[in-house]
């Protein structure tokens, strides 16, 4: 029965030419390996008879050669079509990922176990199937070298067929459902466990470390069920297969022994009817590589879903020349009804309580979220600077110009503009200091993340609380080097602190998702809830 990742895989061995020349390469072997029971055997026939043939010998020879030669290039064939169909998946998933934005419908943890875990399985598509394939036309062609050495052989080995056909149906049917059920809580813990990882200081703070490892490890006696579900079918199918095996190849051989007594068959056409009937049987031999596709198909049906996602509807970018307006936006449960307007130039800051929407109003003003309803209008070039910034890149330098052509001389511009360039050049190598051995504060990532937006030159600078790790002092050089480095352009930044507000010019007041007022800090202060905002209500 077809699958939602079964039209993933075909594109997937469709695209490359590896596969067909690994096709091509195993066809040439297993045409050797089934001509080499019938050398062999010739072979056999003439060292009893006492005569020497070249002929023989020269090609028994070369067939063995063929088959060894043939198997060596395909595992080098297998492990580039492996590689190359992996890079191709995870390439087009992580694109897919990175287009549906922030938040993702995926949690992180389960991303990350699709690119990395399903898109390797779905990348051994072309091997399991050529493996599969091939061993069938193997034992096809096996059955036929029987008959041609004798139709009663032939006939013997047939009726162990059905048989072998059921073993394989049942385990594909009992396979299936336990194969995708491990793959979809792999990805649950793998995401619980992410999870856990980015808030491990949090959880020691709490003391709650024994309560987090059980939420971590919930799910995993559903994980075991469906692995020892998997080993019981892989144990049922294997012991079954390994009682056919050696039955049919009795049989095999009493009807060739009869043929022998009859004179039908020569002493090497026994050893023949023995290799030909351990070929036929291949198939059956091949039950892990059935339980290997159903991971697959499981693991592409999840990289499927991902690829098929709609992408979340967002404003299309138009020239505002620094000015934001929202109209009616609508975000989840986040935002309601927002109408906004903030001229081009202005510095305006967006407070709030707890859980108001401000994360939120900043994510759809720098166009990293999509709204439900509404229209937004400023959108064209946008810096966004974030409360807890992913520093990317190898060193110190790249991660502040990440994403641009910027030189040298751009970089150390953006970080002195960001109050953070006396600490860069006081590191071991400077600028050029790998990113994983850098001994940054919470305060001074922030500034690199601030310059990271700075270097881009917006229109627009979005900020995420990112300046909530520096002291009011820092904070008060930052925003004067951000009007110098960036006259007349728009800056938004979310904020607890009174004393940033009041530096602002327009004041963005959030209440439960919604505008409860704006103007100056001056302004506002006059009402108890807006002082609440930032006294707590004392």
Not at 87 to 107: E, T
Not at 354 to 376: H, I, N, P, Q, R
Not at 471 to 490: H, N, W
Request: with cysteine; glycine share 10%.
């Amino acid at each position: 029965m077809a699958k939602p990742g079964d039209a993933l895989l075909f594109s997937v061995v469709r695209r490359d030419h590896r596969p067909w020349l690994l096709l091509l390469n195993a066809a040439v072997a297993t045409t050797g390996g089934l001509l080499l029971p019938a050398a062999l055997a010739d072979a056999v026939d003439m060292a009893l008879s006492g005569t020497f043939v070249l002929f023989t010998v020269v090609w028994l020879l070369l067939l063995a050669a063929t088959e060894i030669v043939g198997d060596a290039i395909g595992i080098v064939l297998a492990a580039s079509a492996t590689s190359r169909a992996t890079a191709w998946l995870r390439r087009k998933l992580s694109r897919k990922l990175l287009v549906l934005g922030h938040p993702s419908p995926f949690a992180a943890g389960d991303a990350v176990s699709r690119v990395t875990g399903d898109c390797g399985n779905a990348g051994g598509i072309a091997v399991t199937m050529i493996t599969l394939v091939v061993t069938a036309v193997s034992s096809a062609g096996a059955v036929v070298a029987l008959a041609l050495l004798d139709w009663r052989l032939a006939a013997v080995f047939v009726v162990s067929v059905p048989l072998a056909g059921l073993l394989i149906r049942t385990h594909m049917r009992m396979t299936a459902d336990d194969v995708l059920t491990y793959q979809e809580v792999s990805g649950e813990v793998s995401a619980r466990l992410l999870d856990s990882v980015s808030g491990l200081r949090t959880i020691a703070s709490a003391g709650i470390a024994g309560r987090e490892t059980d939420r971590v490890l919930e799910p995993l006696p559903r994980l075991a069920a469906a692995g020892a579900g998997m080993w019981r079918t892989q144990a049922k199918m294997m012991w079954r297969a390994g009682l056919l095996l050696p039955a049919v190849e009795v049989a095999v051989l009493t009807a060739a022994g009869f043929g022998v007594m009859e004179g039908r068959l020569s002493t090497g056409d026994v050893l023949a009817a023995l290799g030909y009937s351990a070929l036929g049987m291949g198939i059956v031999g091949q039950m892990t590589q059935l339980t290997v596709l159903e991971r697959t198909r499981a693991s592409a049906g999840r990289i499927a879903e991902v690829l098929d996602t709609p992408i979340p509807k967002r404003p299309a970018p138009q020239p505002s020349n620094g000015v934001i307006e929202l109209r009616d936006v609508h975000v989840g449960g986040a935002l309601h009804g927002v109408s906004l307007m903030i001229p081009a130039g202005t510095f305006a800051a967006v407070v709030g309580s707890s859980g108001a929407g401000k994360s939120t109003l900043a994510a759809v003003l720098g166009g990293l979220s999509a709204v439900d309803s509404g229209e937004v209008r400023g959108h064209d070039a946008v810096g966004y600077a974030f409360e807890r910034p992913a520093l990317l890149g190898t060193t110190i330098g790249r991660s502040i110009g990440y994403g641009t052509d910027a030189d040298e001389v751009q970089v150390r511009d953006a970080a002195v503009a960001a109050q953070v360039h006396d600490v860069l050049i006081r590191l071991p190598q400077g600028y050029e200091t790998p990113v994983a051995d850098a001994p940054l504060s919470g305060g001074e990532a922030q500034r690199i993340g601030l310059a990271r937006a700075i270097i881009r030159d917006p229109d627009v600078l979005v900020l995420d609380d990112a300046t909530a790790s520096l002291d009011t002092v820092t904070e008060a050089k930052v925003d004067k080097a951000l009007t110098t480095a960036l006259p007349g352009r728009t800056r938004v930044v979310v904020t607890h602190r009174p004393a940033t507000a009041a530096r602002a010019d327009l004041v963005v007041w959030l209440e439960n998702g919604r505008v409860r007022g704006t103007g100056t800090h001056r302004e506002l202060w006059n009402h108890e809830d807006y002082r609440a905002v930032f006294t707590g209500g004392e």
